[in-house]
């Protein structure tokens, strides 16, 4: 069964610092791809990052990385010099493959950003 | 402007009372899908579509129904709501046959049972 997990419900940052929000998945597949979306209180679902299994490298998106750990099946997102803007509801989603019907999305991170 | 748009955003019902909540995408996708959210368990998925007329069961798809009669257009129905269908609802839709493709969403349906 395919399971993302999401250990911490909340989090938070001074503004213009980093922070780094974590993600693992179960997965036996070993063609897939990860997302991590962020959803703002307008509730709008809204990809930050994406990254492909079959790639080494880690995906960046101007201040969002991330942390690509296929053996330990661990998939870090970190945000640097965040931004009020930034605080939200972080969710790390999972997708079987080019066919993979599904999402998996773990449970989400709430991150605060103190100014 | 490429979206998903879902109607209504607010839904207010009584239990038993049949309700539709529609979902249209003008990106000519030929997947989509329903999902719901709750506090604590993320989004779960409770029907998908891979094309006209084919649709088939999520996680949670007890209480539901849809239906897939137009390729932009992939309504929720729910025949006999009750309390335990209270949640946030997001309709999705996303490219196939394309490597990496993400999931475009609505703007969600805060619907509540009474």
């Known amino acids: 069964a395919q399971t993302v997990t999401q250990s911490q419900p909340e989090m938070s940052v001074q503004e213009a610092e980093t922070v780094t929000l974590s993600c693992t998945y179960d997965?036996?597949?070993?063609?897939?791809?990860l997302f991590w979306y962020k959803q703002p209180p307008s509730r709008q679902m809204i990809l930050v990052i994406r990254?492909?299994?079959?790639?080494?490298q880690n995906a960046t998106e101007n201040r969002f990385s991330v942390n690509f750990q296929k053996a330990a099946k661990s998939f870090s997102l970190k945000i640097s010099d965040s931004q009020l803007g930034d605080a939200a509801m972080y969710f790390c989603a999972y997708r079987v493959s080019n066919t993979g019907n599904q999402f998996y999305f773990g449970t989400g991170t709430s991150l605060t950003v103190i100014p | 402007e490429a979206q998903v748009t879902q109607n209504p955003r607010y839904l207010i019902t009584v239990t038993g009372k049949k309700l539709t909540v529609t979902c249209s995408q003008n990106m000519n996708h030929e997947y989509m899908s329903w999902y719901r959210q709750d506090p604590g368990l993320g989004l779960r998925q409770i029907y998908y579509?891979?094309?006209?007329?084919?649709?088939d069961k999520g996680d949670v798809p007890e209480g539901y129904k849809v239906s897939r009669k137009e390729k932009r257009n992939f309504p929720l129905i729910l025949e006999s709501p009750s309390p335990n269908q209270t949640s946030l609802y997001f309709c999705?839709?996303?490219?196939?046959?394309?490597?990496?493709?993400?999931?475009?969403f609505g703007q969600g349906t805060r619907l509540t049972v009474v």
């Open positions: 999705a839709s996303r490219r196939q046959g394309a490597r990496g493709t993400e999931a475009f």
């Open positions: 990254q492909e299994a079959y790639k080494q």
């Open positions: 997965t036996s597949e070993s063609d897939y791809y």
């Open positions: 579509s891979m094309n006209v007329e084919v649709t």
